[in-house]
């Protein structure tokens, strides 16, 4: 057995496919696929799909998306309407943009941003923001879902 194979056998790329007629789901495992199947045989469309299989994707693999993370859903609706909903992180309301002190190093921090001492926006209490996943998911649903 080749090093090659053995790697694609790792990632993944010998697996079964998942297959449904006049609809598409891609993902990382079999049940977040045929959810997504699921939810398109039974008359939903995309976003109804991926919203289902974002939330089977919480449960299959936490440690990859979960309902305490966030993220960004771009859409492009069969009408041509294109639309991107943003579910990242916010920050809570007792934050304050002085709560962090701004270094004057040219170097950019984590994330391409000014570095702040101490890495108190990447590291500690002062990091932590209030998870979009579930919220962002929703609001997918609620302006561009068609099943109730």
Known sequence: MSYLYQRRRWIGALREPCIAEHGLVASK????????????????????????????????????NGIGGEGVMAIHMANGENAIIDYVGRPSKNCTPDMYELLDEME??????????DDA??????????????????KALELYGTME
């Open 108 to 117: 950019p921090g984590w994330m391409g941003w000014r570095r702040v001492k």
């Open 29 to 64: 495992h079999r049940l977040i696929g045929e959810t997504g199947v699921d939810v398109l045989r039974r008359g939903g469309n995309a976003v109804d799909a991926a919203v289902a299989a974002a939330f089977v994707d919480c449960v299959v693999e936490p440690a990859m």
């Open 121 to 138: 926006n990447v590291i500690g209490h002062r990091a932590v923001t209030v998870p979009g996943t579930v919220a962002g998911l929703a």
